[in-house]
Nanobody, 116 residues
Framework: QVQLVESGGGSVQPGGSLRLSCAAS????????MAWYRQSPGNQREMVAS???????NYVNSVKGRFTISRDNAKNTIYLQMNSLRLEDTAVYYC??????????WGQGTQVTVSS
């Protein structure tokens, strides 16, 4: 059974920081491309940051220079360090694990709220 469990969400003031974690089980983690997506009310889910099985990273323009994705294959975990948070970063953040076309899994999401 595949499980992706996110943690680390919460409420923070603008300019603050949060670190999200996603612990994976039931998959051969090191072979999966991993990503963080987010979705806010009325908007489509968007990819925020991704990290390939080989460690290559990619970010949506709006978070470049502020967010950092990383992975620890020994712990089957990815992280998203979010600095200089803005009001528009408020969303539910989802962890995604993908290998090929068929193997595509999602976590349950964790709420991030940025407000003053």
């Amino acid at each position: 059974q595949v499980q992706l469990v996110e943690s680390g969400g919460g409420s923070v003031q603008p300019g603050g920081s949060l670190r999200l974690s996603c612990a994976a089980s039931g998959i051969l983690f090191s072979r999966y491309d991993m990503a963080w997506y987010r979705q806010s009310p009325g908007n489509q889910r968007e990819m925020v940051a991704s990290i390939s099985s080989g460690g290559k990273t990619n970010y949506v323009n709006s978070v470049k220079g502020r967010f950092t994705i990383s992975r620890d294959n020994a712990k089957n975990t990815i992280y998203l360090q979010m600095n200089s948070l803005r009001l528009e970063d408020t969303a539910v953040y989802y962890c995604n694990a993908k290998m090929g076309v068929v193997r595509n899994y999602w976590g349950q999401g964790t709420q991030v709220t940025v407000s003053s």
